[in-house]
């Protein structure tokens, strides 16, 4: 005898199935515009911080590190807290913010540490951003590169020669 077979259902299943398949190119795509977003986004702020304007207030950032900080740093600072945001909001990677910026960002967040330290006290919501990327940063830092934290810590020497490059740059 054949088994009578239940259109209906056959029916319910591949419309199940259809819609199941619909949603995941959705989400593929939704995923790829993401992605393709936030790499504009990080092509333009990488504009802005190679920028001969970015350059010169770098430049006087790194002078403050040198000669004892003072609110020259704010400018570098604020945008790495925009980088944070952006992190913090999905718009772009925090993969790619460490592949492109964690050289500079680490330096200058752990040579402004005191600054950044008092600075909070006035103002507790100041960076806050800004450190918890660097906080992500490090720990991709540590696991794609195989540092410990003690391989992360600047020598005086390495701070000395990341001032001179950023003031002659």
């Known amino acids: 005898m054949f088994a009578q077979i239940d259109y209906n259902a056959v029916s319910a299943y591949a419309a199940v199935a259809a819609s199941l398949i619909a949603v995941a190119a959705l989400l593929v795509e939704s995923r790829r515009s993401r992605f393709s977003t936030g790499l504009d986004a990080m092509m333009k702020l990488d504009d802005t911080w190679s920028s001969d304007r970015m350059r010169q207030t770098r430049k006087a950032a790194a002078q403050a590190l040198r000669d004892g900080p003072s609110d020259q740093i704010d ?21 790619l913010v460490w592949h ?70």
Do not use: C, N
């Open 75 to 95: 400018d570098v600072l604020d945008f790495f807290e925009f980088l944070g945001y952006l992190v913090r909001r999905r718009a772009v990677d925090e993969f």
């Open 100 to 169: 492109s910026y964690f050289y500079w960002f680490h330096r200058y967040r752990t040579l402004a540490a005191g600054y950044i330290a008092t600075q909070q006290q006035r103002d507790p919501s100041v960076w806050v951003d800004m450190l918890a990327l660097h906080k992500k940063l490090v720990d991709i830092e540590k696991r794609e590169s195989g540092y410990s934290d003690a391989g992360l810590v600047l020598s005086p020497e390495d701070a000395k020669r990341f001032i001179a490059e950023e003031i002659g740059q």
